[in-house]
């Protein structure tokens, strides 16, 4: 069975930054939105960002210029960038394939292949 496997979190302090990739050895990942989300204690999954085909992109509010999400198709890899983390980045991001082949979707239920997911943490 395919699976996306994230690695790259860690620990880090207010304002570091941390480079997040995902394996995705998919024969269609030329083809399909890949998306980032995140999940923190006590709260739902929240979509981060998402890139498509086209080397489209889409991003949470909460980014606000901090995160870049790419992709190297040759080596069927999406990173995401984190810079000036702030200690509410603090979860488990998870990456995705979409279901769809257009479009950059943000909606959690588009999403139908998932990584395990990589913890980052943020200090104070």
């Known amino acids: 069975q395919v699976q996306l496997t994230e690695s790259g979190g860690g620990l880090v302090q207010v304002g570091d930054s941390l480079r997040l990739s995902c394996d995705a050895p998919?024969?269609?990942?030329?083809?399909?939105?890949m998306g980032w989300f995140r999940q923190a204690p006590g709260k739902e999954r929240e979509f981060v960002a998402a890139?498509?085909?086209?080397?489209?992109?889409k991003y949470g509010e909460f980014v606000k210029g901090r995160f870049t999400i790419s992709r190297d198709v040759e080596r069927y890899i999406v990173y995401l960038q984190m810079n000036r983390l702030q200690f509410e980045d603090t979860g488990v991001y998870c990456c995705?394939?979409?279901?769809?082949?257009?479009?950059?979707?943000?909606?959690?239920?588009?999403?139908?292949?998932w990584g395990e997911g990589t913890q980052v943490t943020v200090s104070s």
């Open positions: 995705a394939r979409s279901r769809l082949q257009s479009g950059v979707a943000a909606k959690v239920g588009v999403y139908d292949l």
């Open positions: 998919l024969r269609t990942f030329r083809s399909y939105t």
């Open positions: 890139i498509n085909r086209n080397a489209e992109t």
